[in-house]
């Protein structure tokens, strides 16, 4: 079964930034797209950004583009969202997750998710 553990979400000013990591444990994910999610209050759950890990082909979304930045962590079983220029409508719960295969990007592809992190931006 594998493992996900996110940590470094926290308070933020707008146009600050933070840097998300997700730890993954547990089996072999060579094969499968580590991805990001958030929930915003009163929202539904969104694709942020994804990475297929062994050929570390990336996406991020519209929204996020030129601000968050997924990547392999060096030396590490994980994957971090560097998250650049802030919003207040950046705030949420952000989850990881993992899908098999290499380019999934929907919520019902990942069925591997870690407890989530905050992220709060204030204005």
């Known amino acids: 079964q594998l493992r996900l553990v996110e940590s470094g979400g926290g308070l933020v000013q707008a146009g600050g930034s933070l840097r998300l990591s997700c730890a993954a444990s547990?089996?072999?994910?060579?094969?499968?797209?580590l991805g990001w999610f958030r929930q915003a209050p009163g929202k539904e759950r969104e694709f942020v950004a994804s990475?297929?890990?062994?050929?570390?082909?990336?996406y991020v979304q519209d929204f996020a583009k030129n601000r968050f930045t997924i990547g392999r962590v060096n030396h590490q079983n994980a994957v971090y969202l560097q998250m650049d220029s802030l919003k207040p409508e950046d705030t949420g719960v952000y989850y990881c997750?993992?899908?098999?295969?290499?380019?999934?990007?929907?919520?019902?592809?990942?069925?591997?998710w870690g407890q989530g992190t905050q992220v709060t931006v204030s204005a």
């Open positions: 997750a993992a899908a098999r295969g290499l380019y999934n990007r929907g919520p019902g592809d990942f069925g591997s």
């Open positions: 547990g089996q072999s994910f060579d094969t499968y797209t």
């Open positions: 990475i297929a890990w062994v050929v570390s082909n990336t």
